[in-house]
C-alpha cells in the first residue's frame, strides 16, 4: 500500500526503516500509552514481524519533505475479512500538528472508497486523550468500554474500543 497526504506517505517499511522506527519507538514519551520503549532488537523484530510480511499491520508514516519516518500506522483486517483496525504511533516532537488527523483520514478514505470494507475499529486506554479525541474527529464512535481492563502505570485502566461504520462515512 502507498497513500500519499499533503504531507506524509503512508507506505511499506523496508529494512533502511529499522534506525528511524527505532528513534520513536525507544522515546518513553511516544511510547507512554502503548507500552515499554522498545530495544533495537524489539524495533527491528517489531519492523520484520509486522511491517515487512506478505500482509503488513503496519505501514511507515514518512514526512514527505524530510523523507524520514516518523511513526507508523496500524491498518490490518480484524476478525472479518470486511472489518480492519486502524490506529497511529508518531514521535513527539510531530505530534500536536494535524498529521494523524491527515494520516488517518486517508486511510479512511481508503477504507471505505478502494478497499470498499464494511467497518473500521480501533482501541485506546482512559488517559490517552489525544487519541480519544483523534477517533471522534475522525467519526469513529465509542461502542465499549471494558471497565479496568489494561494495566497502564501501575493502575488498572479503562479500555475503550471504537468503530465507523460503512454508511457512517460515506
Same mark, same amino acid.
Given at each position: 500500500m502507498r497513500l500519499e497526504t499533503d504531507r506524509c506517505i503512508i507506505r511499506n517499511f523496508d529494512e533502511a526503516d529499522i534506525h528511524e522506527a527505532y528513534q520513536y519507538l525507544s522515546n518513553p514519551e511516544t511510547m507512554y500509552f502503548i507500552e515499554d520503549p522498545y530495544t533495537p532488537e524489539q524495533t527491528e523484530d517489531f519492523i520484520h514481524d509486522c511491517g515487512m510480511r506478505e500482509d503488513p499491520l503496519v505501514y511507515a508514516l514518512v514526512l514527505k519533505e524530510s523523507d524520514k519516518v516518523i511513526g507508523h500506522v496500524i491498518f490490518h483486517e480484524y476478525d472479518y475479512e470486511s472489518i480492519y483496525e486502524i490506529g497511529i504511533i508518531i514521535?513527539?516532537?510531530?505530534?500536536?500538528?494535524g498529521i494523524g488527523y491527515e494520516a488517518l483520514s486517508a486511510l479512511v478514505?481508503?477504507?471505505?472508497?478502494?478497499?470498499?470494507?464494511?467497518? $473500521?475499529?480501533?482501541?485506546?486506554?482512559?488517559?490517552?486523550? *489525544?487519541?480519544? #479525541? $483523534?477517533?471522534?474527529?475522525?467519526?469513529?464512535?465509542?461502542? *465499549?468500554?471494558? #471497565?479496568?481492563?489494561?494495566?497502564?502505570?501501575?493502575?488498572?485502566v479503562d479500555e475503550y474500543h471504537y468503530g465507523l461504520l460503512r454508511e457512517e462515512a460515506i
Open positions: 514521535d513527539v516532537p510531530y505530534q500536536k500538528q478514505r481508503h477504507a471505505f472508497g478502494s478497499m470498499n470494507i464494511h467497518k $473500521l475499529v480501533a482501541e485506546t486506554i482512559e488517559g490517552n486523550d *489525544a487519541c480519544v #479525541r $483523534l477517533l471522534e474527529k475522525l467519526s469513529l464512535t465509542r461502542e *465499549a468500554t471494558l #471497565r479496568k481492563q489494561n494495566w497502564d502505570h501501575d493502575n488498572w
